[in-house]
């Protein structure tokens, strides 16, 4: 299955205040892999998955997802198999309802209206949270708000789930919670990320993004070892390797 | 409100356009009324009355609502004693000037009016109110403004209320705002909405928004739609050709002569 392909080729992306965001990055990340993009802030993590949907455009380079490449024409089909996860909850939630948010998508969709509830029945069941279906998003907590963001998107039927920063602002639980339900995910990956603890748990594979350049790419466990490299990037071990770094020296 | 907008009764039941167009048509002939209308008024009390008590909505909630919006009202109100000065009747010696009058046609206007629109949101929802003005025909882009006021209202007060707390921790004196300083945070606010709209726009773009903004809503129009607007618009227009309590009055004073 060729479409659940992401393709970056050498994009180069600058504000229009001058500010070189992205100087050159490159990658292919393929079917059903899971993908940390970690890198401190302003390391150009945001403004690369902005690309991935095609809400910027690189000044130059190419972006391909799937089988054909990212231009103004087919945006619409681009952006219906690549989901997209926000920072801020609030932003994506924009309905009067909970229900009426999930269903925002398919129903832009022209999907008939019973085929639309029940996607939005399924959508809500996996994140766990379909007792919410009646209430205004506001009155939701944090944790409720970013799982019913991942069902509004979850209900398009994404190849290619794409999500900036999923746990910030969680409590420990919720953040739990969240990382047990990213793993039974099946789809393709890329999440930014600071929470390099979460990235060991759901990503077998990290982009360290520095300075709007690819600074490594590989397996994560590996690349976070890698203390040199973590510095340079401007990034600090999980926590939990350095625990293990304590105990064993 | 929303929480009062989910309970289940039979107002509650009820298609919102057929609370709407009644709501509507008991504005309009409340407001009809002329300048000294006082005693014609009086019989209208019988709709949020009986609205409240079907409904099962707090009245006690309602009318702080009402009160808590009261001064707009006695503020716009209160020019009428000093500038109408003839007078109308007298009462016990005491000349009622015809402003007096109006004064207080206008606050039982407002009274009655503001009550029938806040049973109408407390029974049926401000979302739901919102469709119906679109089902009934307003024109979309109004409908959309409302909904996301009332969903970003709440984030705005927030962001505001952070804003403020801020400044207050780090001013001292606890001397009010400066001038500079409220600038400075309303058009900080001011940015940081433009900001947030343009995150909220590419949320929609992502989500395949294309200009419409559909929901899924079954609207019913029964029977006990039709008899409920039938019924209640027949009674305001009676009540406001036929007043009542002048004829009753009439009526008991001519008995007990």
Redesign the interface.
Known sequence: MSHHIVEAMDLHYTYPDKTAALAGVSFRISHGESVALVGENGAGKSTLL?HL?G?LRATSGKVRIGDCLLTPQNL?IV??SV??V?Q?P???L????V??DV???P???GLP?EE??RKVVVALETVGMAHLA?R????LSQGEKRSVAIA??LA?SPDILVMDEPTSSLDPRSRRRLIELLKTFRHTKIIATHDLDMAMDLCERAIVLHRGKVTADGPTAELFQDEGLLSRSCLEKPLRMQHCAKTGS | MDTLACADSPVHRLDPRAKLIATFVFIVTVVSFDRYAISGLLPFFIFPVVMISVAGLPARYILRKVLLISPFAILIAICNPFLDRSILFHVGGINISGGWVSFISILLRFFLTVTAALVLVASTGFNAVCLALSKLGLPKPFVMQLLFLYRYIFVLLEETERLVRARALRSFSGTAMKLTTFTSLISHLLLRTLDRAQRIYLAMCCRGFDGNVRLIRSMKKGRSEIIFVAGWSVLFIILRYWNIPLHVGALITRRSL
Do not use: H
Request: glycine share 6%; charged share 25%.
């Open positions: 902005l949907n809400y619409s952006r219906r989901g997209m926000f801020n609030d932003d994506q924009f309905m009067p309802t229900f009426d269903a925002f998508g129903l832009n969709l209206k639309v509830e009646k205004p998003p506001y009155k509004t998107v398009m």
